[in-house]
């Protein structure tokens, strides 16, 4: 029972952690972008300044806005917070991950994203009508790339649950697995595309109609807009630890001592750390694509988990 | 090329019952006709490939004067012809010239002159929240204006309508998400597809042309420096060239030398920061970055060498106010060496990069045909095969003592209109080099006469934009009772509205960024 009790504890303690150090991330990924583009960076904690003053900020609504809209930013945060409920960040073997798998953290994924678009139409503008049908064109492109790579993921270690799938990778040891290869690959493009990134969309954008992610939140100001951002860079970070963890889960904590965890911790942060930084230098070098060669991209991804998976069935099932 | 042939061979044309005053404006062809005439006019010079290049009327006693300027081989003609004040009615030109749409719009919203046959008569310059039946460019108008309160809201504007299955409507400003210039733009999209592309612009409108009149010539200077900020150079030398041949003031070679040092610089700055900006709007930020600190550097020069960052206010009817000295001179020629230096390396990067390629190329194109038919100039033209610059075609002083390379592209494309910016800042840093290697000893500035009553003068020089002209008529005592500049933006912008079909929605700011038409040199 205590056990139990423990366990739970350590799974609440991981999602805060995950709330908490995710504006860290996009702060420390802006400030990668700054120094490779010859620039000041600014601090890396400026997003949690940003976040601080959106809080107290006046929210402004207008006057088309319907509950919807409203309510839409506790929705979308939520949902967030319980995805990353499910995904182990410092340690394996979380009782949130058994009652909760892989499947459902797509779920999670797209539940916001459901209200994300509704409260982008639901404010009549041009804008967030162009930026919710943009999201939809792209995330139903997306979606099935990303459980592609995750089926080969999932049918390697014969479980849905991230928990014991990241155990699984860990007790194999490294071995190079094409099935592997091309699911990271596939996953790392989804991750791109999902977190609104170059050459996706450009987060930094102040061009309404090149806006895909900026366009649906463009009515959105204080408190409600915070949320959003928040929940944008959980998700970005969700993305980072799901690709950091899956494929290269050394250093996370297999028992709950304290040692343990704190090796996780700084396993985990150095990880995502490096991850951002590719991001960065990838950002650095291309432009945003055209609209249109969205799908040629999502397609890529979604042949990559493909092969993957054919890979697996053929190569490594057999064995 | 025998330049007077064409007019010889256009006037032969005419016949007799259209009898033409022939006389000139300063350097300039002047002929007046009758009003009846001036549609017939046009079509003739259609069929004479005659450029338009700019129209504008005046209000003189109980007349309306109305100008025409055309342009062929490089030898400009400007006609005229008169209208009474009572019923101001003229046929149009713009149903030949598409070029001279917009323009006469602004000749009815401003004198109340009526174009008939005019194929868009709906008001341009003054919105609909403006006072019907009230002419700010009328004589009795009052300068100050006739305030309101209040402005209301602009919301009647008759836009063209897409119909039918899954068309929708995306209107886009006037205040935009980033810190740029107002302008309205209305789609009419089917997916991401711009089924077509209406500019609503004047929201910069300054009273440019009323507040001009009774202005000596030193403060209608500073006015035309204000026309668009970043083209303060060339606005200022045109209207100052317009004032000095009004005049008859010759400039000394020294300020000459000095002026095409500056216009040069200007030119170099703009495209400077326009090739970062077509950058950044496909979000390849790293170009922007390093082109704004070029850019940057070059406006530190400007403010160390000349006094201010943007050169406002340095060119003086008669001269320039700020000369060049021996340590002025190296310090440019060094910084052109080092920028030459930089901007190999930082092109061939771009040059290099796939993604940027993907974005740029067969984006945006404007044909040779719809450029040709709007008179598009500057980059945009010459990007799109009009082979057209003041600086060779019609070389005024300094240009007449160089070579200009005029760089020339015909894809028509985003990429072409990238190059040709690249091309040009080297051709102008040549240009600056020749003229310090020129620099001779002498006075900057000429003393100033005054112009007889009802003189006139048209500046033509080419701006970074591209061809600026100004026109401007002294009234007695030394002031100015006309002023009009005409900022390539006005024929620019209509270029947009075309290049953009087939383009899809989210590419419509990279195509405007590659225009980057003026809204305040439009607006006046």
Excluded at chain 1, 138 to 154: K, V, Y
Excluded at chain 2, 105 to 124: A, V, Y
Excluded at chain 2, 242 to 248: K, N, Q, T
Excluded at chain 2, 447 to 467: A, F, M, N, T
Aim: proline share 5%; aromatic share 10%; net charge negative.
């Amino acid at each position: 029972m205590g056990d139990q009790l423990m366990n739970w504890l350590i799974a609440i303690l991981q999602t805060m952690l995950f709330v908490a150090l995710s504006p860290l991330l996009a702060g420390w990924l802006k400030c990668c972008k700054c120094r490779l583009q010859n620039r000041k960076a600014p601090s890396i904690f400026q997003t949690y300044r940003d976040l601080l003053k959106l809080t107290h900020k006046q929210p402004v609504v207008s006057d088309q806005a319907s509950w919807l809209f409203v309510l839409a930013p506790y929705i979308i945060f939520s949902a967030t917070v319980l995805a990353a409920t499910v995904v182990p960040l410092i340690t394996v073997d979380l009782p949130t991950s058994a009652s909760a798998d892989v499947i459902v953290l797509v779920g999670f994924f797209a539940f916001a994203r459901f209200f994300l678009a509704l409260a982008g139409l639901d404010i009549g503008t041009a804008f967030g009508g162009m930026g919710s049908s943009r999201e939809m064109t792209i995330s139903s492109l997306a979606e099935p790339a990303m459980l592609m790579a995750i089926f080969t993921l999932t049918m390697t270690a014969s479980t849905t649950n991230l928990s014991f799938a990241i155990a699984h990778v860990l007790n194999e040891g490294l071995v190079l697995r094409p099935s592997f290869v091309f699911a990271l690959s596939a996953l790392i493009l989804v991750a791109v595309a999902e977190t609104g990134r170059i050459p996706v969309d450009n987060p930094a954008t102040h061009l309404e109609l090149t806006m895909i992610h900026e366009a649906m939140i463009l009515e959105y100001s204080g408190r409600h807009l915070a949320l959003i951002e928040w929940a944008s860079q959980l998700k970005l970070m969700l993305y980072g630890v799901l690709i950091a963890n899956i494929f290269f889960p050394w250093g996370i904590a297999e028992t709950f001592s304290l040692q343990d965890l704190a090796y996780g911790l700084l396993a985990i942060i150095g990880k995502l750390a490096l991850l951002a930084f590719f991001l960065a230098i990838a950002e650095t070098f291309v432009a945003k694509m055209r609209l249109f060669r969205v799908q040629e991209y999502l397609s890529f991804a979604y042949l990559l988990g493909l092969l993957g998976m054919l890979s697996h069935i053929i190569l490594e099932a057999s064995r | 090329m025998s330049s007077s042939n064409w007019t010889a061979d256009f006037l032969s044309q005419l016949g007799r019952d259209t009898p033409v005053a022939e006389s000139t404006v300063a350097a300039t062809r002047l002929w007046q006709i009758d009003s009846q005439a001036w549609q017939q006019l046009a079509e003739l010079a259609v069929v004479h490939k005659l450029r338009w290049v700019a129209g504008w009327a005046e209000h003189v006693d109980k007349q309306f004067l109305i100008n025409s300027c055309f342009e062929k081989q490089g030898e400009y003609l400007l006609l005229r012809t008169t209208v009474d004040v009572v019923s101001p009615e003229l046929p149009s030109q713009a149903t030949v010239y598409p070029a001279a749409n917009r323009s006469e719009r602004h000749s009815q919203d401003m004198f109340g002159i009526k174009f008939t046959s005019h194929p868009d008569n709906r008001r341009w310059t003054r919105h609909q929240a403006w006072i019907e039946n009230s002419y700010p460019l009328r004589k009795d108008f009052p300068v100050q204006g006739s305030p309101v309160g209040v402005t209301p809201p602009d919301m009647h504007y008759p836009f063209i309508k897409g119909h039918g299955a899954g068309v929708y409507e995306i209107p886009v400003g006037p205040v935009h998400a980033g810190i740029i210039e107002p302008g309205h733009f209305r789609f009419q999209a089917v997916g991401e597809l711009i089924l077509n592309l209406e500019e609503r612009l004047g929201y910069v409108h300054k009273g440019i042309e009323k507040i001009a009149e009774g202005r000596t010539p030193e403060s209608l200077g500073r006015l035309a420096g204000r026309v668009s900020g970043d083209t303060t150079v060339g606005h200022c030398w045109a209207a100052c060239r317009a004032m000095e041949l009004a005049a008859g003031v010759e400039i000394p070679p020294r300020a000459a030398l000095i002026r095409g040092i500056l216009a040069e610089r200007e030119r170099v700055a703009n495209h400077l920061g326009d090739i970062g900006a077509i950058c950044n709007d496909v979000a390849f930020v790293f170009a922007q970055m390093q082109m704004t600190r070029l850019r940057e550097l070059w406006l530190r020069t400007n403010a160390t060498v000349f006094g201010h960052r943007l050169l406002m206010d340095a060119i003086v009817p008669g001269g320039v106010v700020c000369d060049l000295s021996d340590v002025a001179c190296s310090l440019i020629k060094k910084d052109i060496a080092e920028l030459r230096t930089e901007l190999t390396e930082i092109i061939t990067a771009l040059d290099l990069n796939t993604s940027l390629e993907d974005r740029l190329y067969t984006a945006g194109f404007l044909s040779e045909d719809i450029a040709k038919a709007f008179g598009t100039l500057g980059y945009v033209g010459r990007a799109s095969g009009q082979d057209f610059d003041v600086r060779r075609d019609t070389p005024y002083p300094p240009y007449d003592q160089v070579k200009v390379k005029v760089a020339l592209e015909n894809q028509g494309d985003i990429a072409s209109r990238f190059w040709i910016r690249y091309k040009e800042i080297r051709t102008a840093l040549a240009l600056i080099e020749k003229f310090i290697a020129q620099l001779v000893a002498g006075d900057i500035c000429s003393d100033w006469k005054i112009p007889p009553s009802g003189s006139e003068g048209l500046g033509i020089v080419e701006g970074w934009r591209g061809e600026i002209v100004s026109y401007i008529r002294f009234a007695a005592d030394n002031k100015v009772a006309r002023f009009y500049p005409r900022d390539p933006s006005q024929l620019n912008w209509p270029a947009l509205e075309k290049l953009v079909l087939n383009n899809i929605v989210p590419d419509f700011p990279v195509c405007n960024k590659s225009l980057n038409g003026s809204y305040s040199g439009n607006d006046l």
